[in-house]
């Protein structure tokens, strides 16, 4: 079975930072791409940003110069560092792993995390 925790939501007032994680553990055999996406009630889930195994990133128009993501191959984690944090950057944050199991390498899944709220205060 494969698993993602995410972890380092919180309340931060605008202009602040918050540091997201995304741990995957089970029988992985290797993560494809990783991504980070948002979710306010009422409204669709929206990509934030996303990294390839080899380190190529994309962003979300809305975030790009203020939000960096990255991975650590060696742990399986993904991580979404947040600066200049806006009220509209509210939401439940979610990670997302395109991964090959070990006992099923020919073929890949998407697997997601349980999600972590973000709150930024004006």
């Known amino acids: 079975q494969v698993q993602l925790v995410e972890s380092g939501g919180g309340l931060v007032q605008a202009g602040g930072s918050l540091r997201l994680s995304c741990a995957a553990s089970?029988?992985?055999?290797?993560?494809?791409?990783m991504a980070w996406y948002r979710q306010d009630p009422g409204k669709q889930r929206e990509l934030v940003a996303t990294?390839?195994?080899?380190?190529?990133?994309n962003y979300a128009d809305s975030v790009v110069g203020r939000f960096t993501i990255s991975r650590d191959n060696a742990k399986n984690t993904v991580h979404l560092q947040m600066n200049s944090l806006k009220p509209e950057d509210t939401a439940v944050y979610y990670c997302?792993?395109?991964?090959?199991?070990?006992?099923?390498?020919?073929?890949?899944?998407?697997?997601w995390g349980q999600g972590t709220q973000v709150t930024v205060s004006s």
């Open positions: 089970g029988s992985i055999y290797s993560i494809n791409e």
């Open positions: 990294i390839t195994s080899g380190g190529n990133t």
């Open positions: 997302r792993a395109n991964i090959v199991r070990v006992l099923d390498v020919y073929r890949s899944r998407n697997y």
